[in-house]
């Protein structure tokens, strides 16, 4: 909560248009909803021979929220500036490719997400379903190259913390299933 209160009164320092603020608010609470739904994710591991199913609920209840922020992001954005094509990912230059993450990451995320709902019907889910870590890289980048409210050094250390964190997290449950495999 106190987190929430003070990204809430960082963005206020810098106020702009209506739908400007929408955006810079959903992104940031989308990352930050995201980040913890990744989070959960991991405690849901460990905590599954006790019982997981509170952080399996915190980790759908997450999820759910950071989907809504993350398409109201771009969704005022382009309602601002009349212009859809911003929904259009650029892939080349590598510069370009990683300041516009967003848009490439905005895909990855419904697609790892879409996934997920359907995971009864695909054994394979799992691994489409770690895109996710690859898409939360991708907003990092593109936060930290072009978010106005990301040029604050605090701003910077939050978004840098969690993708150390997320990558730690990645690498931690890949080595699960390394482990797994060969037992
Ligand atoms: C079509 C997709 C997307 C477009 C066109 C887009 C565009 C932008 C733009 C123009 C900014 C700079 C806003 C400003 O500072 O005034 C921005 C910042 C940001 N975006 Fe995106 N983005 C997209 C997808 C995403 C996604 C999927 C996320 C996931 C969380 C995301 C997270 C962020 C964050 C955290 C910032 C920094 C907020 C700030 O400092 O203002 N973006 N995005």
């Known amino acids: 909560m106190i987190i929430v209160l003070f990204i809430t009164y960082l963005i206020l320092q810098k106020p702009g248009e209506p739908l400007r603020m929408i955006a810079r608010f959903a992104a940031t609470f989308g990352y930050l909803a995201i980040f913890l739904s990744i989070l959960s994710s991991e405690y849901m591991a460990k905590m599954r021979k006790i019982s997981g199913m509170p952080f399996l609920r915190a980790h759908h209840n997450l999820a759910r929220i950071g989907v809504l922020l993350i398409l109201?992001?771009?969704l005022s954005l382009a309602l601002q500036a009349q212009d859809f094509t911003i929904f259009l990912p650029v892939l080349y230059p590598v510069e370009t490719f990683l300041a516009?993450?967003?848009?490439t990451a905005l895909?990855?995320?419904l697609l790892a997400a879409g996934i997920a709902l359907y995971r009864k019907k695909y054994?394979?889910?799992k691994k489409v379903h770690y895109l996710n870590y690859l898409a939360f890289l991708l907003v990092s980048a593109h936060a930290l190259m072009i978010g106005s409210d990301f040029k604050q050094d605090i701003m910077?250390?939050?978004a840098i913390i969690m993708a150390v964190t997320v990558t730690g997290i990645f690498i931690h449950k890949r080595i699960g299933v390394g482990k797994k495999i060969y037992k």
């Open 72 to 74: 109201i992001h771009p």
């Open 100 to 103: 516009l993450g967003g848009r």
């Open 107 to 109: 895909y990855l995320f």
């Open 123 to 125: 054994r394979n889910w």
């Open 156 to 158: 910077r250390i939050i």
